[in-house]
């Protein structure tokens, strides 16, 4: 049944996660704890290789996240592996994360048909949803404007999503930095048209806005290719790359320079490589975000908060 809200309770849900993410980032400075349950790392922890070691691991993750990260983010498929069971346990990992009330996100990577996509705002954005969370990431190569539903979806609960322009992995450069040959983006990278459409959620937003981008710490190179600027963007940007995939600070200090405070940089295994002993992974998190947040504080320099 739809809902009968005023316009400006609807204005004040479209800018909701971004506030929130700001002000838990003002807080707790740029870091996002990733949580991906991979088999060495269960393995590594003397945990079993199931939906329950997944959980254990995930739970104590959670514990060293909270009060030194402004977010966590859960890589679905990690769960998901494990069936009905996986899912049970990521409801649960979830559960808790909003029980300590750190901002959450989920790594679904979904993207697909408009009609059929707009499904996964039940599992994830709505009152009730079982999957409930702040945020999830999104693949826009069925073009940027498929998502535009879903978008709209998260928005008008209150949520916020993350659409993969420019990501981490060096198989993605030569594809998102392909020109477009025609349509509203005719002549510009896939990237930047990614990137544009997003931006245009959060047009006329004060502060941060809802809708964020991927991008990753690891695409210097491929940066001025995409056309896509970071310093333009006024949602939050969510970087993978730090430390396992090889990105550092400088990385950070040069990919996001002239950023407003708005990039969000998420790392999974440089962090659980310290576990499980919650001591050992409580100083690697708090070691990474204060290379993080000077990091960024230095790209941000000359560029006005958002
Ligand atoms: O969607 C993502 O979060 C993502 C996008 C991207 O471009 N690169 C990337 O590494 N990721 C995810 O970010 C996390 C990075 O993990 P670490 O390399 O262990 O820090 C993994 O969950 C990846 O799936």
């Not at 849900?13 to 971004?18: A, E, K, N, T, V």
């Not at 996509?117 to 709505?126: M, Q």
């Not at 963007?233 to 970087?239: C, D, E, K, V, Y």
Request: aromatic share 8%; net charge neutral.
């Amino acid at each position: 049944m739809a809902e009968n809200v005023s316009s400006e309770e609807m204005q004040l849900r479209r800018s909701d996660f971004g506030l929130r993410l700001k002000n838990s980032m003002d807080k707790y400075g740029p870091l996002c704890v990733g949580i991906d349950p991979h088999r060495k790392l269960l393995t590594d922890w003397g945990y079993d290789v199931d939906a329950e070691g997944a959980e254990l691991f995930a739970m104590r993750m959670l514990q060293a996240a909270n009060g030194r990260a402004a977010a966590v983010k859960f890589q679905a498929p990690m769960f998901e592996r494990y069936g009905s069971k996986g899912y049970a346990a990521l409801e649960r990992v979830l559960y808790a994360a909003r029980q300590m009330g750190i901002i959450t996100i989920v790594d679904c990577l979904h993207g697909g048909l408009p009609t059929t996509i707009s499904a996964i705002a039940d599992a994830y954005f709505k009152p009730g949803a079982p999957l409930l969370a702040d945020a999830i990431t999104l693949l826009p190569y069925y073009g940027a404007r498929s998502l535009q539903g879903v978008i709209n979806d998260a928005l008008n609960n209150s949520r916020g999503v993350f659409v993969a322009s420019l990501t981490s992995n060096p198989e993605g450069a030569s594809m998102q930095t392909a020109i477009r040959q025609s349509g509203e983006y005719k002549g510009r990278t896939v990237a930047y048209g990614i990137a544009h459409t997003a931006q245009k959620f959060n047009n006329g937003i004060e502060g941060m806005g809802s809708v964020g981008l991927i991008i990753g710490a690891t695409i210097g190179q491929w940066m001025d290719q995409s056309g896509v600027e970071p310093s333009k963007f006024t949602g939050p940007i969510l970087s993978p790359g730090y430390g396992w995939q090889g990105a550092e600070a400088k990385d950070l200090r040069t990919v996001f320079k002239g950023t407003k405070g708005n990039v969000l940089v998420t790392v999974s295994r440089f962090i659980a490589a310290h576990g499980p002993d919650i001591a050992s992974l409580s100083q690697a998190t708090e070691a990474i975000a204060l290379d993080v947040r000077q990091a960024l504080m230095e790209a941000t320099e000359e560029g006005e908060l958002l």
